[in-house]
């Protein structure tokens, strides 16, 4: 009785479900590093998949509202399975060497039939559950660029085209959704209802507008925001590696190759030494630096 109850139970506001899913996501991201060190990788992706299969049965108009605004839970075992496939980066010689293209396009296939079989229609209400039976197919393909085969694909990647949509591909990602629905709802939809014709109108007329808003959204806050971050990171390691050559910072203290960050205490000197001209030059006697 009670299972039949929730089964009903209207699901909660997608709005704010689709906002706030994706929050929490960037929040506990973290964390799911330390659960794939200690729980391995297939009980980390149960943990995640189990509960967004069990929300979308439960709750089916999470599964076929509106994307725009609907819940977007299935993206956390699509985050999932993209943080597992960066382990590839780590594996063996023999896992590396598995055909990861083709058992990615093997893992897209199943899909990719069920979309030619049925209708945009279809498809789009049932985003949520194409959106779980694409991620593995995904997580495959980047592994596949990952372990650089083949080499035809990988010189496609490395093309001047793809390296420039690349420098703006998450600004992409973080307002495309809008401009995408806007144009949809509002020129596409009243004139020409659902279908591939509208699809196709709405595809023409967003992607350049996506890509061009994008660009612009790139250089004005996401570029200027990363280069302040390499800027920062870039100065804080070289005053680490100028002040571990002076030999003030006891050998057990100084920065390890696989270590460059300094410790607090360190970093304290470092900041009362600002004055200081570099490695290999005494810094002058307070009575000197004065002229006394």
Same mark, same amino acid.
């Given at each position: 009785?009670?299972?039949?109850?929730?089964?009903?139970?209207?699901? $909660?506001?997608?709005?704010?479900?689709?906002?706030?899913?994706?929050?929490?996501?960037?929040?506990?991201? $973290?964390?799911?590093?330390?659960?794939?060190?200690?729980?391995?990788?297939?009980?980390?992706?149960?943990?995640?998949?189990?509960?967004?299969?069990?929300?979308?049965?439960?709750?089916?108009?999470?599964?076929?509202?509106?994307?725009?605004?609907?819940?977007?839970?299935?993206?956390?075992?699509?985050?999932?399975?993209?943080?597992?496939?960066?382990?590839? %980066?780590?594996?063996?010689?023999?896992?590396?060497?598995?055909?990861?293209?083709?058992?990615?396009?093997?893992?897209?296939?199943?899909?990719?039939?069920?979309?030619?079989?049925?209708?945009?229609?279809?498809?789009?209400?049932?985003?949520?559950?194409?959106?779980?039976?694409?991620?593995?197919?995904? /997580?495959?393909?980047?592994? /596949?660029?990952?372990?650089?085969?083949?080499?035809?694909?990988?010189?496609?990647?490395?093309?001047?085209?793809?390296?420039?949509?690349?420098?703006?591909?998450?600004?992409?990602?973080?307002?495309?959704?809008?401009? %995408?629905?806007?144009?949809?709802?509002?020129?596409?939809?009243?004139?020409?209802?659902?279908?591939?014709?509208?699809?196709?109108?709405?595809?023409?007329?967003?992607?350049?507008?996506?890509?061009?808003?994008?660009?612009?959204?790139?250089?004005?806050?996401?570029?200027?925001?990363?280069?302040?971050?390499?800027?920062?990171?870039?100065?804080?390691?070289?005053?680490?590696?100028?002040?571990?050559?002076?030999?003030?910072?006891?050998?057990?203290?100084?920065?390890?190759?696989?270590?460059?960050?300094?410790?607090?205490?360190?970093?304290?000197?470092?900041?009362?030494?600002?004055?200081?001209?570099?490695?290999? %030059?005494?810094?002058?006697?307070?009575?000197?630096?004065?002229?006394?």
């Amino acid at each position: 009785m009670l299972l039949q109850d929730l089964i009903a139970a209207p699901a $909660p506001n997608g709005a704010f479900w689709s906002i706030a899913v994706e929050a929490i996501l960037y929040l506990l991201f $973290p964390l799911l590093l330390p659960a794939r060190r200690r729980l391995g990788p297939v009980v980390t992706l149960a943990v995640i998949v189990v509960p967004a299969v069990a929300a979308g049965l439960l709750w089916p108009g999470w599964s076929t509202g509106a994307r725009a605004t609907g819940c977007t839970l299935e993206m956390a075992p699509l985050f999932t399975l993209g943080m597992l496939a960066a382990g590839i %980066v780590t594996g063996s010689e023999r896992v590396r060497r598995l055909p990861w293209l083709g058992l990615s396009a093997l893992a897209a296939a199943p899909v990719l039939t069920l979309i030619v079989l049925h209708d945009s229609v279809w498809t789009i209400s049932r985003y949520y559950w194409l959106d779980l039976a694409t991620g593995p197919a995904i /997580a495959l393909f980047l592994v /596949a660029l990952a372990t650089r085969r083949p080499a035809r694909l990988i010189r496609l990647q490395q093309s001047s085209p793809l390296v420039a949509l690349g420098g703006f591909s998450y600004s992409l990602y973080l307002i495309h959704m809008p401009i %995408v629905a806007l144009i949809s709802t509002l020129l596409i939809a009243p004139h020409t209802g659902p279908g591939l014709t509208g699809f196709t109108i709405t595809v023409t007329l967003a992607l350049p507008v996506c890509l061009a808003a994008s660009r612009l959204f790139a250089v004005h806050f996401e570029t200027p925001f990363r280069d302040a971050g390499s800027t920062r990171r870039g100065a804080f390691s070289a005053t680490n590696s100028a002040y571990a050559d002076t030999g003030d910072i006891p050998a057990d203290s100084r920065p390890s190759p696989g270590r460059s960050c300094a410790r607090p205490r360190q970093l304290r000197r470092v900041a009362h030494r600002a004055d200081w001209p570099g490695p290999g %030059v005494a810094r002058p006697h307070r009575g000197q630096a004065d002229g006394t």
